[in-house]
């Protein structure tokens, strides 16, 4: 009989523990069951003061485990090249405040006016760290991109109106869900964390 494992993923956001927990299932099976941190009784806000995406998944990640279960997390945002990687790990509050989507796309394209280099990325670091002291686990995602010189689609949220794909001639707020799911720097990250995960624990020996 396979092993199950209860995982808490550092986040309230119901939405996002199903959009995981769906992609867990289908990079894994059904052997993952996901839990929010309300759920375990973790309450009051994780301090990310990490200065890489991956130290912030980790900060977060470390905090789920303190359930006693696996704690996962994950951390994502933009960097820009010719911004030295900015907005980064800032990128949810790149003009002050937090998930001002509008303001952050503005000051974007403030400080792009007149540069030729436009290139960027969407990067995401997605953390397991176990309760006991072994090895965490790490795995990173990203997907390459243009940002335009104005929003273009409605969908999406955050920075994916600017944010070109040119392989699908489409922004990211341009995308079905579909489209998107199968190229995210988010999915890419879980698939690499699946196989890894599966590694590690001899998983990948039970399928």
Known sequence: MMKKYTMVLASRNK???RELQALLTEC???VIELRSLDEVGIFGEIEEN???FAENALIKARA???S???GLADDSGLAVSALDGAPGVYSARFAGEHGNDAANNALLLEKLVGVEDRSAAFVCAFACVFPDEREPIVAEGRVEGVILEAPRGEGGFGYDPLFYYP???KTFAELSADEKNKISHRGEAVERFAQLFARQTGLENDR
């Open 15 to 17: 939405g996002k523990l």
């Open 28 to 30: 894994l099976g059904d």
């Open 50 to 52: 990490g200065a890489t």
């Open 64 to 66: 789920a485990a303190a």
């Open 68 to 70: 006693g279960y696996i």
């Open 167 to 169: 392989a699908f001639e």
